[in-house]
């Protein structure tokens, strides 16, 4: 209630107590002099907020000091203006004609995507007025979308909570636990711990089986000898830039960095620091759009960097690579919040003219992490020989034999720097496609 961020999205789940938090924080700011709207899908939500204003209000409705409409759902503060409107918005469009400047939607997973972004946002347009967006998640719909721009913010402008059903402490727990066991593992995830589920068009999976904290033991110092490589995409203003570092020895990832307006030259040195800091061996650096600058500047800095550029050919490999690496928890990544919002939005779709799956973020949202890592483990897959039979030695990676088995790893004995061997769909043949460069683009092309 008392964070400074004017948008919060909160996700909690079912009796966690989401309509009793509104109705308080609504009579708060109507006494402060603010117009509240509380909108929800239904009349009984609508109803369960009015019912608990209007008790915690009642001294000074009877005191008149308050005016209230019933059938209209009003109520107005004589003293300051302040008033308090409750009413549905399971049709957007009933929202039209009202303006507010502090704004409860309540069970916002349930409402039309377009409510805020066509409805909502212009009716505080006056007043630039607060918004709270309250909700059970629906799988992984625009609630969730909203959930992971917040996340993603990094100017005080957003925030995000996130509560269970049992954080209530006024709920009977033993009845609790004895009702949820008669729901099915999914219902209880998303009602109960309000998680978000997994939509059709997911491509991670089993995200948090491969997410762990990091201790005290993982230092520059105890990776020195493992073989380091780090995966970079960049932006400036909107998009920002990420560095995912690598320890193909261990198979963890042992350092995140993400930053945005930040100068390209500034970029380039906090990047550089950043891989000496580690003694990265190989950087896998996007090419596309501003990349190239970016690129050669550290490459001028005798940095080890390889260019990869992403086209509708190379990249589904790419991400499909680290989506398998995450379903067969061949490795372990840092547990960030932003960085696993974007793996969890992160969208297949399926072209219905030529049937080529394309992958990228929800409109509005960012993929800039999801595409560092997979750099990230692309470098790991396309390691030098010799350092596979290092790892293979010390036993250090678990999964190492089923890595150097594997066609899609970049072999240097058998092909030159920068190509893979595959075989053609429906031919049999071996074809060889560059999908990353040494200090220059190209373009894909039969035989290497």
């Keep these: 209630m008392h964070h400074p961020a004017k948008r919060k999205v909160v996700c909690a789940g079912r009796r966690f107590g989401k309509t009793h938090l509104a109705a308080s924080i609504g009579c708060e700011k109507m006494i402060a002099g603010r117009r509240v709207v509380f909108a929800s899908t239904t009349q009984d939500q ?38 308090i409107k409750a009413k549905t918005a399971w049709n957007a469009d009933t929202m039209r004609g009202d303006y507010g400047d502090f704004i409860v939607l309540d069970e916002f997973a349930q409402m039309h995507p377009g409510v805020w972004d066509y409805v909502v946002s212009p009716m505080m347009l006056d007043t630039d007025g607060d918004c709270w967006f309250i909700s059970t998640p629906l799988l992984r719909n625009h609630f969730f979308q909203m959930y ?12 995000c909570f996130h509560a ?14 004895e009702i949820t066991a008669d729901m099915s593992e999914s219902a209880y995830q998303q009602e109960i711990m309000a998680e978000f589920l997994e939509g059709a068009g997911a491509v991670f999976r089993n995200i ?10 993982i230092t520059p110092e105890s990776v020195r000898g493992h073989y380091v490589v780090c995966g970079i995409d960049w932006g400036k203003q909107k998009d920002s830039t990420v ?57 001028r800095a005798n940095l080890p960097v390889v260019g990869f550029n992403t086209t509708s050919s190379s990249k589904p490999p790419l991400i499909e690579s680290l989506s ?6 061949e490795a372990l990544w840092l547990d960030i919040p932003v960085a696993t919002g974007e793996l969890e939005a992160f969208e297949r779709k399926v072209s219905a003219a030529t049937g080529r799956s394309s992958y990228n973020a929800p409109a509005g949202l960012h993929d800039d992490s999801v595409v560092a890592r997979a750099l990230a483990w692309w470098a790991v897959l396309n390691r030098p020989q010799s350092h596979l039979q290092f790892a293979r030695g010390q036993g250090l990676y678990a999964s190492m034999d089923d890595h150097a088995q594997q066609p899609r790893r970049a072999q240097p004995d058998a092909a030159p720097v920068g190509t893979r061997t595959r075989h053609a769909r429906g031919t049999g043949q071996q074809t060889e496609h560059s999908v990353f460069t040494r200090g220059r683009r190209e373009k894909a092309r039969p035989g290497g």
């Design 46 to 83: 609508v109803d369960t907020f009015w019912e608990l204003a209007k008790e915690w209000l009642r001294p000074m409705i009877e005191a008149r000091l308050i005016y209230k409409n019933e059938s209209k759902r009003l109520m107005v503060f004589n003293y300051n203006g302040g008033r």
């Design 148 to 159: 992971q721009k917040g996340l993603a913010d990094d100017t005080g402008r957003w925030a």
């Design 164 to 177: 269970t059903s049992y954080d209530n402490p006024y709920l009977n727990q033993d009845a609790l636990t």
């Design 208 to 217: 948090r089986a491969c997410l762990y904290e990091p201790d005290a033991d």
């Design 243 to 299: 560095i995912s570092v690598f320890d193909a020895t261990t198979g963890r990832e042992v350092d995140f960095d993400r930053f945005n307006q930040i100068d390209y030259t500034f970029q380039c040195e906090r990047v550089g620091a950043l891989m000496t800091k580690w003694g990265v061996q190989q950087a896998l650096v996007e090419l596309n759009s501003i990349g190239v600058p970016n690129f050669e500047a550290l490459e």
């Design 324 to 329: 398998l690496a995450f379903e067969r928890e």
